[in-house]
């Protein structure tokens, strides 16, 4: 069983859309989460931290289900500069990275 | 702050030729760490290092790979023999403190071995 599973899209969506990405993870026993943004052919990048009561950073919202082992973010007024792949990513001692979800954003 | 510098950035090699990644991480940062990404298997941690001492190698795929880190402020990553298999980007990520997520990652190496 994969140990963090995202939809690996892409996702086409046109500028000024709202886009949502879902993560599952497999270990319960997880302590923190985030999204990390990694741009074509570069590295990646943190983008925010995933809080259990949910948190906004901006047009970004990112949200944590402990229960049902999900991680959730939205993305809200896109804009072409937010085309990226965006990576889940739980940590247990050290960093599990999803595969990635990429998303186009389209004028 | 430079940020982490890696090099080479590309290299292109023949199988069975060995193969020398380098790393310099943020200056004050006491942990390191090896990753390799392909279309298939993803981001893979490879190994970590805290104030130079490797803690954790289980994700180093065979005895062909080793790494170093002979001081705070430079590591290797070497592929001997390199194999097709081992065409990748693998990047270097340095944090600081126990218990910091925030890594900060190099901008990789593109190996390619034919």
């Known amino acids: 069983r994969k140990e963090v599973e995202q939809d690996p899209g892409p996702f086409n969506v046109p500028e000024g859309a709202t886009v949502a990405f879902n993560c599952t993870y497999s270990n319960s026993a997880s302590q923190s989460f985030f999204w990390y943004r990694q741009d074509c052919r570069k590295e990646p990048k943190l983008l925010m931290s995933?809080?259990?009561s949910g948190n906004e950073d901006g047009r970004f919202t990112a949200q944590l289900n402990r229960a049902s082992q999900y991680i959730s973010l939205l993305i809200r007024d896109s804009k072409l500069s937010d085309s990226a792949t965006y990576l889940c990513v739980v940590a247990w001692g050290t960093l599990t990275f999803g595969k990635g979800t990429m998303l186009l954003v389209s004028p | 702050d430079a940020g982490v510098i890696q090099s080479p950035r590309h290299e292109v090699t023949e199988m069975g030729q060995e193969v020398t990644l380098r790393c310099k991480p943020i200056s004050g940062h006491d942990y390191l760490f090896w990753y390799r990404q392909t279309m298939m298997r993803g981001l893979e941690l490879l190994i970590y290092?805290?104030?130079?001492?490797?803690?954790?190698d289980s994700g180093m795929p065979e005895d062909r790979f080793s790494a170093k880190m002979p001081n705070a402020s430079f590591s290797t990553l070497k592929i001997q023999p390199s194999e097709p298999r081992d065409s990748a980007v693998y990047f270097c990520a340095s944090s600081q403190g126990q218990g910091s997520y925030e890594q900060y990652f190099g901008p990789g190496t593109r190996l390619t071995v034919t």
């Open positions: 995933v809080y259990s």
């Open positions: 290092f805290n104030n130079n001492v490797p803690i954790d």
